[in-house]
């Protein structure tokens, strides 16, 4: 059970841009009625978590609940990356991405449904890989995570990044209509594919959709490079009342909106979500490293990626300032 009492409570705030939930990399976080609720990837990658609390800040105070552990063999075995936990279609639902023992780079998205109407207390059914729309040869077939979904004018869906080509591959985002949880209705669109420098790192990569709607306009987020220093956050957006499967209709900034700050001893910021805070300020979650230094081979193994926050303000042209 969550925790009660001054963890419930409590309403100090965080200094902002300083490390709010050690070692959760991919943070996501939901406010729902009187619940705020947190999930990240953890540094075993071995399971999904989440915890809750009545406010904000009290999240960092929460007890971590697991809700699902990695097989022992065959999918779902190695690799659970990004959880986020979403209410779509009457349902509460998970999306994670994960690997197999024998591979664990053939990583797919999931998606695992609750059973009851509450997250944290009832029980959820196991994950299920999820689906192309019928006419879709292409979706999931590679490589593929980082699902995010969202509702507009009545339908849902997903945005999600996949690799293509050969060699390292190059990672993009596409975007569907969903026709379920866990199918989509229409088949993939691009969204944006590693254009610019700041989206070639080790590895060229778009990855990490975020959405946020204000001021008539869908602002969509994203990650962008290897997950070392020089991850950093793009920024796409469409107005509300353009078609959102049309790729020409998106506009993507030029520059990252987020990216590593030194002087605030900031590495490698990216991943991020959106909420509210009790105030109703917009709230951006992310993760971030501490150090430029890294002690693992592979930056994915270390586990100084902790998840931070800081307010949203907005420009006199309707846009986010970062």
Same mark, same amino acid.
């Given at each position: 059970?969550?925790?009660?009492? !001054?963890?419930?409570?409590?309403?100090?705030?965080?200094?902002?841009?300083?490390?709010?939930?050690?070692?959760?990399?991919? !943070?996501?976080?939901?406010?729902?009625? *009187?619940?705020?609720?947190?999930?990240?990837?953890?540094? %075993?990658?071995?399971?999904?978590?989440?915890?809750?609390?009545?406010?904000?800040?009290?999240?960092?105070?929460?007890?971590?609940?697991?809700?699902?552990?990695?097989?022992?063999?065959?999918?779902?075995?190695?690799?659970?990356?990004?959880?986020?936990?979403?209410?779509?279609?009457? +349902?509460?639902?998970?999306?994670?991405?994960?690997? *197999?023992?024998?591979?664990?780079?053939?990583? /797919?998205?999931?998606?695992?449904?609750?059973?009851?109407?509450?997250?944290?207390?009832?029980?959820?059914?196991?994950?299920?890989?999820? $689906?192309?729309?019928? @006419?879709?040869?292409?979706?999931?077939?590679?490589?593929?995570?980082? %699902?995010?979904?969202?509702? &507009?004018?009545? *339908?849902?869906?997903?945005?999600?990044?996949?690799?293509?080509?050969?060699?390292?591959?190059?990672?993009?985002?596409?975007?569907? $209509?969903?026709? @379920? !949880?866990?199918?989509?209705?229409?088949?993939?669109?691009?969204? +944006?594919?590693?254009?610019? #420098?700041?989206? /070639?790192?080790?590895?060229?990569?778009?990855?990490?959709?975020?959405?946020?709607?204000?001021?008539?306009?869908?602002?969509?987020?994203?990650?962008?490079?290897? +997950?070392?220093?020089?991850?950093?956050?793009?920024?796409? @957006?469409?107005?509300?009342?353009?078609?959102?499967?049309?790729?020409?209709?998106?506009?993507?900034?030029?520059?990252?909106?987020?990216?590593?700050?030194?002087?605030?001893?900031?590495?490698?910021?990216? &991943?991020?979500?959106?909420?509210?805070?009790? *105030?109703?300020?917009?709230?951006?979650?992310?993760? %971030?490293?501490?150090?430029? /230094?890294?002690? +693992?081979?592979?930056?994915?193994?270390? !586990?100084? /990626? &902790? %998840?931070?926050?800081?307010?949203? #303000?907005?420009?006199?042209?309707?846009?986010?300032?970062?």
């Amino acid at each position: 059970m969550t925790k009660v009492g !001054p963890a419930e409570e409590k309403r100090e705030v965080f200094p902002e841009n300083e490390v709010w939930i050690p070692n959760r990399a991919d !943070p996501y976080v939901l406010k729902s009625g *009187e619940w705020y609720y947190f999930t990240a990837s953890v540094p %075993a990658f071995d399971r999904i978590v989440l915890r809750r609390a009545r406010a904000f800040t009290a999240l960092s105070e929460a007890e971590e609940k697991t809700l699902f552990v990695k097989h022992e063999q065959g999918i779902l075995s190695r690799n659970l990356w990004a959880p986020e936990l979403h209410y779509l279609f009457g +349902t509460w639902c998970f999306y994670f991405a994960a690997g *197999e023992q024998d591979d664990e780079w053939k990583i /797919r998205p999931y998606c695992m449904k609750c059973r009851g109407q509450d997250p944290y207390t009832d029980p959820w059914e196991e994950p299920v890989p999820m $689906k192309a729309a019928d @006419s879709d040869e292409y979706s999931f077939q590679a490589f593929s995570l980082d %699902a995010t979904v969202f509702s &507009h004018r009545g *339908e849902q869906y997903m945005v999600w990044a996949e690799k293509v080509s050969v060699g390292k591959q190059i990672s993009n985002l596409y975007i569907a $209509k969903m026709e @379920s !949880p866990e199918k989509l209705a229409t088949e993939q669109v691009l969204l +944006t594919t590693p254009d610019y #420098s700041w989206e /070639r790192g080790a590895f060229w990569v778009d990855e990490g959709p975020a959405v946020i709607k204000r001021n008539h306009r869908i602002f969509l987020t994203f990650s962008a490079s290897d +997950t070392g220093p020089s991850y950093c956050v793009g920024l796409m @957006s469409v107005p509300e009342d353009a078609d959102i499967l049309d790729p020409r209709a998106w506009k993507k900034e030029r520059w990252p909106v987020l990216k590593s700050e030194p002087e605030k001893g900031i590495y490698g910021p990216g &991943h991020n979500s959106f909420t509210e805070d009790e *105030e109703g300020n917009d709230i951006l979650v992310f993760h %971030a490293r501490t150090t430029d /230094r890294i002690v +693992t081979d592979d930056p994915l193994d270390d !586990p100084g /990626r &902790h %998840a931070m926050f800081r307010k949203i #303000s907005w420009g006199i042209d309707g846009y986010p300032v970062f």
